[in-house]
């Protein structure tokens, strides 16, 4: 099996193992290309007569299997891609994360913490939401889990299931309605569109609703699209949510450090009037503090809310890594201001740079974002409107890899992480700007 392939076998069982295990025994041959596979049936098998679980029914293959896959095709040929698709920041964890890091290997730090997280570090992050965020919560009603995605996958699955509605605002994060799905719970699909910045309208919103909505995932910055919700609009909402109590709010709070715009700053949806009690913040160490591997995130929630969570997790993974939340919490209590402030300012440069060479393609529309690293220019007026299509021959002409929108729920997008160097970034233009003006 190619490299390429194999890389290809294991995006897929990630996304959908139902479909893993029907290319394992046939991967060579031509017709089993990632094409091909993506219209399996999700019933196949792992072997004769071991079914499934008809859960996965419901769960869809990205479509960004196919590009990723060609990516890896290319790379084995000595082809240098050019990429950026990447949801990470470019820069190391700051030098305090690293040295408390080896300061607990060091100091024997490699045994289980409590299911909820260190001590220390559930009150480092209670601190720093009251401090920065004007959120009061108790430190036990801080859950630290392994990434801001466990901890959003944990407060769906505590809450939501078969029979019942979740709303999810597109473009999304293509892990929400997944999870939803695999609760067994129903995905609804509450569109904004980029003449509006991508920003929820309230009273659309309450079109959505119905008495089986259980829950809304609201990501605050926005990936893909970096939109950042006002504290007026957040109000606006909470309005339509006061009128339905039996819906709680999931608030994916993970770039909130990444914002550009200082007459938009960020604000949690827990500290709008009313919506405490029915919130679940969820945040990390990933974007920030660029710990994207050491797999650090938490949950902040009222008890209520916070308890079903800590049982889910407790039954799962039990606790989070030892040597993260000791890099956790130095990044809170001993990584600076000045040095935060820092990195935004180098990010919201490469955000101008990207959107000043856009702005030289005739005829491209997109929303300026105020947060995140990402934009999704719409690029509908090419290809026929076909996003993949797009990806594909831009990644084959000119090596230069970048997502489809519609895997967030954006057809005709595409999203462009800036988070990588300046020089990457105008590599990466050069070869945008040729192609769209060769292919209008």
Request: hydrophobic letters at 40%; a negative charge; glycine letters at 8%.
């Given at each position: 099996?190619?490299?390429?392939?194999?890389?290809?076998?294991?995006?897929?069982?990630?996304?959908?193992?139902?479909?893993?295990?029907?290319?394992?025994?046939?991967?060579?041959?031509?017709?089993?290309?990632?094409?091909?596979?993506?219209?399996?049936?999700?019933?196949?098998?792992?072997?004769?007569?071991?079914?499934?679980?008809?859960?996965?029914?419901?769960?869809?293959?990205?479509?960004?299997?196919?590009?990723?896959?060609?990516?890896?095709?290319?790379?084995?040929?000595?082809?240098?891609?050019?990429?950026?698709?990447?949801?990470?920041?470019?820069?190391?964890?700051?030098?305090?994360?690293?040295?408390?890091?080896?300061?607990?290997?060091?100091?024997?730090?490699?045994?289980?913490?409590?299911?909820?997280?260190?001590?220390?570090?559930?009150?480092?992050?209670?601190?720093?939401?009251?401090g920065r965020k004007g959120l009061d919560y108790k430190d036990t009603e801080i859950l630290v889990s392994?990434?801001?995605?466990?901890?959003?996958?944990?407060?769906?699955?505590?809450?939501?299931?078969?029979?019942?509605?979740?709303?999810?605002?597109?473009?999304?994060?293509?892990?929400?309605?997944?999870?939803?799905?695999?609760?067994?719970?129903?995905?609804?699909?509450?569109?904004?569109?980029?003449?509006?910045?991508?920003?929820?309208?309230?009273?659309?919103?309450?079109?959505?609703?119905?008495?089986?909505?259980?829950?809304?995932?609201?990501?605050?910055?926005?990936?893909?699209?970096?939109?950042?919700?006002?504290?007026?609009?957040?109000?606006?909402?909470?309005?339509?949510?006061?009128?339905?109590?039996?819906?709680?709010?999931?608030?994916?709070?993970?770039?909130?450090?990444?914002?550009?715009?200082?007459?938009?700053?960020?604000?949690?949806?827990?500290?709008?009037?009313?919506?405490?009690?029915?919130?679940?913040?969820?945040?990390?160490?990933?974007?920030?503090?660029?710990?994207?591997?050491?797999?650090?995130?938490?949950?902040?929630?009222?008890?209520?809310?916070?308890?079903?969570?800590?049982?889910?997790?407790?039954?799962?993974?039990?606790?989070?890594?030892?040597?993260?939340?000791?890099?956790?919490?130095?990044?809170?209590?001993?990584?600076?201001?000045?040095?935060?402030?820092?990195?935004?300012?180098?990010?919201?440069?490469?955000?101008?740079?990207?959107?000043?060479?856009?702005?030289?393609?005739?005829?491209?529309?997109?929303?300026?974002?105020?947060?995140?690293?990402?934009?999704?220019?719409?690029?509908?007026?090419?290809?026929?409107?076909?996003?993949?299509?797009?990806?594909?021959?831009?990644?084959?002409?000119?090596?230069?890899?970048?997502?489809?929108?519609?895997?967030?729920?954006?057809?005709?997008?595409?999203?462009?992480?800036?988070?990588?160097?300046?020089?990457?970034?105008?590599?990466?233009?050069?070869?945008?700007?040729?192609?769209?003006?060769?292919?209008?």
């Amino acid at each position: 099996m190619t490299a390429a392939l194999l890389c290809w076998a294991f995006v897929a069982f990630a996304s959908n193992p139902a479909h893993a295990f029907t290319i394992s025994s046939a991967a060579h041959s031509p017709q089993h290309r990632p094409q091909h596979i993506a219209r399996t049936k999700l019933h196949a098998t792992m072997g004769q007569g071991i079914a499934v679980n008809p859960l996965l029914a419901d769960v869809k293959l990205s479509k960004t299997i196919e590009v990723f896959a060609t990516v890896k095709e290319m790379e084995a040929e000595g082809i240098d891609v050019t990429s950026l698709c990447v949801g990470e920041p470019d820069f190391p964890p700051p030098r305090a994360v690293l040295d408390a890091t080896i300061q607990a290997v060091e100091g024997g730090e490699t045994r289980y913490t409590a299911v909820t997280g260190t001590a220390q570090l559930r009150a480092a992050i209670a601190e720093d939401l009251r401090g920065r965020k004007g959120l009061d919560y108790k430190d036990t009603e801080i859950l630290v889990s392994n990434g801001a995605k466990q901890s959003v996958y944990q407060g769906v699955l505590a809450f939501c299931g078969p029979g019942d509605e979740v709303l999810i605002p597109a473009p999304f994060w293509p892990s929400y309605p997944e999870m939803v799905a695999l609760t067994g719970a129903k995905p609804v699909i509450v569109p904004t569109t980029i003449e509006d910045g991508f920003l929820v309208d309230p009273a659309k919103l309450e079109g959505y609703i119905n008495d089986n909505t259980k829950l809304m995932i609201f990501c605050n910055p926005s990936n893909p699209t970096g939109a950042v919700h006002s504290k007026s609009l957040q109000e606006g909402i909470a309005e339509v949510m006061k009128r339905h109590p039996q819906i709680a709010i999931l608030s994916d709070e993970i770039y909130e450090r990444l914002v550009y715009n200082d007459e938009n700053p960020h604000v949690s949806f827990a500290s709008i009037e009313g919506m405490y009690d029915r919130t679940m913040t969820v945040n990390g160490f990933s974007k920030a503090y660029a710990m994207t591997g050491m797999r650090l995130g938490y949950m902040a929630a009222p008890a209520k809310l916070l308890k079903p969570c800590v049982t889910i997790q407790s039954q799962l993974t039990s606790c989070a890594g030892s040597l993260s939340q000791a890099g956790g919490l130095a990044a809170l209590t001993k990584v600076t201001e000045t040095e935060m402030e820092s990195n935004v300012k180098i990010m919201k440069e490469k955000r101008d740079y990207v959107v000043k060479r856009l702005s030289n393609i005739s005829g491209l529309k997109y929303f300026v974002p105020d947060g995140a690293f990402y934009i999704l220019p719409d690029v509908s007026a090419w290809f026929g409107g076909d996003d993949t299509e797009f990806c594909l021959a831009l990644l084959k002409e000119k090596a230069l890899a970048l997502v489809p929108g519609s895997s967030f729920g954006a057809d005709g997008t595409v999203r462009l992480s800036y988070a990588t160097s300046i020089e990457e970034l105008t590599v990466a233009m050069d070869k945008l700007e040729a192609f769209m003006e060769e292919k209008r």
